[in-house]
């Protein structure tokens, strides 16, 4: 949604980017189509264009729905999502049963779900990945919302349908769900995938590091939208914004492409090359060219973008 509250209508952006994050293809739709309707066409066009038929689509919990997922198995695509972790306890029941909530930093435990209805119900390949590290930032984000659930619950602050509140019934305090923050509990610092894609193809590892990559992913969107400012403008005509896009696309790809040769981010890219210019001065029907001598961080950038031009 627009950050000025404007209520125009708003286009669908699909950026294909491959596993480092360079850009590939952008795409524009109309806001109101749904998922399958954009996803499908990008991912099938793609194929025919670069003859791959091998395509895995990798997304969060919140993505993609299971009528999605079953369309892209339809069109011969396979896919890992994660998984919601409240799904973990059913799971893990054996595991849980036998050692309940202990992991060891960086353990693995694949099992199955059936997932689906009708023709589409199918037992699904699950991989669940523990980290101690996750395990200590899922802790403090679940303090703060236990902290908001209980200034609800006092009447510091007014009822929303916040984590682990329970609103009750007309005329009634809310309160804080403990039972709900219990099982929270028990499965902090776990992940989970739910991929169609079978173990003799992928590997347990090679399900988690396909996921992981997805920040890469996410990193051209935000160094789309901050670095490149891509979404301080508006148009009307669909020309303009595949226009608007294109600039955008083009630019992001210069981006990626200095930073991952230099090293260095765009935004000191920019502040340290800002002052090298060139001067062309005319003096007495001779023009003279003064260049900026490069010095520092300077010199060490336009080394590792033009090895033969800096000096």
């Known amino acids: 949604m627009s950050r000025e509250r404007r209520v125009d209508p708003q286009v669908l952006v699909g950026l294909l980017v491959d596993q480092a994050g360079f850009p590939l293809e952008v795409h524009a739709f109309e806001g109101n189509r749904s998922e399958t309707m954009t996803l499908l066409p990008v991912l099938d066009g793609f194929r025919q264009r670069y003859g791959s038929s091998d395509v895995v689509v990798v997304a969060d919990a919140g993505m993609l729905s299971a009528g999605n997922l079953n ?7 396979d896919f890992i999502v994660a998984s919601r972790t409240g799904s973990a306890p059913k799971d893990l029941a054996e595991h849980y049963e036998r050692v309940v909530n202990l992991f060891e930093d960086g353990q693995t435990i694949e099992t199955t779900r059936t997932l689906g209805a009708g023709r589409h119900r199918l037992e699904r390949r699950v991989v669940w990945q523990y ?8 802790s403090i984000t679940l303090n703060k919302q236990v902290d908001g659930a ?3 619950a006092g009447g510091l602050r007014a009822p929303k349908k916040d984590r682990f509140v329970t609103l009750g019934e007309r005329g009634t305090r809310p309160g804080a769900n403990w039972t709900a923050v219990e099982k929270a509990r028990t499965y902090l610092g776990l992940k989970g995938y739910v991929t169609s894609i079978s173990a003799d ?3 347990v590892a090679a399900v988690v590091a396909a996921y992981h990559d997805l920040f890469r992913v996410e990193a051209s969107f935000r160094m789309a939208k901050s670095d ?18 294109t600039i955008v696309f083009a630019a992001l790809a210069v981006t990626r492409h200095v930073t991952d040769r230099s090293g260095y981010s765009i935004k000191r890219i920019v502040r340290v090359l800002r002052p090298v210019r060139d001067a062309v001065i005319s003096l007495r029907g001779q023009q003279i060219t003064a260049t900026t001598p490069l010095e520092g961080e300077a010199t060490d950038i336009v080394e590792k973008l033009m090895p033969n031009a800096a000096h």
Do not use: V
């Open 150 to 152: 209980e200034q609800i």
């Open 71 to 77: 369309a892209l198995e339809d069109a011969g695509f």
């Open 201 to 203: 193809k992928l590997t």
């Open 228 to 245: 490149l400012k891509a979404r301080s403008m508006f148009h009307h005509e669909r020309d303009s914004i595949e226009a608007h896009l």
């Open 131 to 138: 980290s101690r590290r996750r395990e200590q930032r899922d």
